[in-house]
T-cell receptor, first 116, second 114 residues
Framework: NAGVMQNPRHLVRRRGQEARLRCSPMKGHSHVYWYRQLPEEGLKFMVY????????ESGMPKERFSAEFPKEGPSILRIQQVVRGDSAAYFC??????????????FGPGTRLTVL | DQQVKQNSPSLSVQEGRISILNCDYT??????FLWYKKYPAEGPTFLIS?????DKNEDGRFTVFLNKSAKHLSLHIVPSQPGDSAVYFC?????????????FGPGTRLSVLP
């Protein structure tokens, strides 16, 4: 039973390029969350998605960042025209369909983005 | 404005002794709390959770205590083992937001010395 998978694990981009981070949730999970961890800081919520729907994007920067979770395939976090300040670890988490009870989120290993 | 605070960036404990990690929160609407453990170069791993209807939850060597009036929770690890050395994050969420938008603290680095 595979856990949450993220790829690539490490991504290096030059300023102005695009970064695409992929996340495949655990089997049976239909909720995906993206978090960003800057050096020496905790995880900051970015966006919460269900299949084909963005439920909460209150943590997403207004420009250059977008996320999707298509009907088929992984969730994608896309960062356009990257800047040095985007360098961080980006974690994806998934949880089962909500049953009205608190759902634990299970995290992937993260993608470490370095912008040169 | 940090809604979830972990005021100790690091903690060192001798193997076999108790580790106590603390977490304070400011948002009285939070009613579900979790602890995650994180090793370097890995994603956070869920450890234990507690809802606000309880004041204690125990799972093996790990116990979480919740003091709602003080807006404080703590994680106790007894006995501590070298493999427990990691960064521990406290997280919280709001009742009608189960499973969504967890707010994380900055983490406490625990070192268990042999």
């Amino acid at each position: 039973n595979a856990g949450v998978m993220q790829n690539p694990r490490h991504l290096v981009r030059r300023r102005g390029q695009e970064a695409r981070l992929r996340c495949s949730p655990m089997k049976g999970h239909s909720h995906v969350y993206w978090y960003r961890q800057l050096p020496e800081e905790g995880l900051k919520f970015m966006v919460y998605l269900q299949k084909e729907n963005i439920i909460d994007e209150s943590g997403m920067p207004k420009e250059r960042f977008s996320a999707e979770f298509p009907k088929e395939g992984p969730s994608i976090l896309r960062i356009q025209q990257v800047v040095r300040g985007d360098s961080a670890a980006y974690f994806c988490a998934s949880s089962p369909s909500s049953t009205g009870l608190p759902d634990t989120q299970y995290f992937g290993p993260g993608t470490r983005l370095t912008v040169l | 404005d940090q809604q979830v605070k972990q005021n100790s960036p690091s903690l060192s404990v001798q193997e076999g002794r108790i580790s106590i990690l603390n977490c304070d929160y400011t948002n009285s609407m939070f009613d579900y709390f979790l602890w995650y453990k994180k090793y370097p170069a890995e994603g956070p791993t869920f450890l234990i959770s507690i809802s606000s209807i309880k004041d204690k939850n125990e799972d093996g060597r790990f116990t979480v205590f919740l003091n709602k009036s003080a807006k404080h929770l703590s994680l106790h690890i007894v006995p501590s083992q070298p493999g427990d050395s990691a960064v521990y994050f406290c997280a919280a969420s709001v009742g009608d937001n189960y499973g969504q938008n967890f707010v994380f603290g900055p983490g406490t680095r625990l070192s268990v010395l042999p």
